[in-house]
């Protein structure tokens, strides 16, 4: 009797919108279409047009980059201010079929950036490496003195032997103050992963992935 196939089952956090990289052509521009409606109910077509092309070259870029989920978040936080961030999710093929090696090898490669904070953590679903960065996303890279934006970054790697894969996940924001909070959230989301053989594991009440992030800052920081 063959054995079936590994699954990955990722909780997303609440509050983050799919870009749908699961959806083809017009399902996918449908789906980033109702995202720019629901996030401007009262703007103009010309704000939820601007909205939706963002959306989608956003997607692009994830699918670009063999992503397999990407998402964003939108959210007032508790003191007013706009808090956003992005989360991208792909499986890479793994360095070492070994997990304790491949994150050992990883979190020795990683180091070797200065400008990384790495920390080694360990989930359920086994060791894996944590590491924290600035970035700065200018909007035209050829041209040095363009409009930039600094950004903070939070990537998990996770070698999942049983997929012979290596989950990367990606999380980028440009709420500074806001980035204990989702890396709170990113460390959740590798936490509850599970690989199965392809059976649907035992659902939750899903009762926090319909709260908002709004929520969640209130909950993280008062």
Same mark, same amino acid.
């Given at each position: 009797?063959?054995?079936?196939?590994?699954?990955?089952?990722?909780?997303?956090?609440?509050?983050?919108?799919?870009?749908?990289?699961?959806?083809?052509?017009?399902?996918?521009?449908?789906?980033?279409?109702?995202?720019?409606?629901?996030?401007?109910?009262?703007?103009?077509?010309?704000?939820?047009?601007?909205?939706?092309?963002?959306?989608?070259?956003?997607?692009?870029?994830?699918?670009?980059?063999?992503?397999?989920?990407?998402?964003?978040?939108?959210?007032?936080?508790?003191?007013?201010?706009?808090?956003?961030?992005?989360?991208?999710?792909?499986?890479?093929?793994?360095?070492?079929?070994?997990?304790?090696?491949?994150?050992?090898?990883?979190?020795?490669?990683?180091?070797?950036?200065?400008?990384?904070?790495?920390?080694?953590?360990?989930?359920?679903?086994?060791?894996? +490496?944590?590491?924290?960065?600035?970035?700065?996303?200018?909007?035209?890279?050829?041209?040095?003195?363009?409009?930039?934006?600094?950004?903070?970054?939070?990537?998990?790697?996770?070698?999942?032997?049983?997929?012979?894969?290596?989950?990367?996940?990606?999380?980028?924001?440009?709420?500074?103050?806001?980035?204990?909070?989702?890396?709170?959230?990113?460390?959740?989301?590798?936490?509850?992963?599970? +690989?199965?053989?392809?059976?649907?594991?035992?659902?939750?009440?899903?009762?926090?992935?319909?709260?908002?992030?709004?929520?969640?800052?209130?909950?993280?920081?008062?």
């Amino acid at each position: 009797m063959q054995s079936a196939t590994p699954e990955l089952h990722l909780d997303i956090p609440g509050g983050f919108y799919s870009l749908g990289l699961d959806l083809d052509g017009e399902d996918r521009l449908e789906q980033l279409w109702a995202i720019a409606e629901e996030i401007w109910p009262t703007g103009t077509d010309f704000q939820r047009e601007v909205a939706f092309h963002s959306y989608r070259e956003m997607a692009d870029h994830a699918r670009a980059e063999n992503s397999f989920y990407a998402g964003f978040c939108r959210d007032e936080a508790p003191d007013g201010r706009l808090t956003t961030a992005s989360l991208l999710a792909r499986l890479d093929p793994p360095d070492e079929p070994d997990a304790e090696l491949s994150a050992r090898g990883l979190l020795e490669a990683l180091s070797a950036n200065d400008n990384n904070t790495v920390e080694e953590i360990r989930v359920p679903a086994g060791p894996g +490496v944590l590491v924290l960065c600035g970035i700065e996303w200018q909007a035209d890279p050829t041209v040095a003195t363009g409009p930039s934006l600094q950004l903070a970054r939070a990537d998990v790697y996770l070698p999942l032997p049983r997929m012979q894969r290596l989950l990367v996940l990606s999380l980028t924001t440009p709420s500074l103050p806001d980035l204990p909070f989702y890396v709170s959230l990113l460390s959740k989301t590798a936490h509850d992963l599970t +690989v199965s053989n392809g059976a649907n594991p035992d659902s939750d009440s899903g009762d926090e992935r319909r709260s908002t992030v709004t929520d969640h800052v209130r909950a993280d920081f008062g």
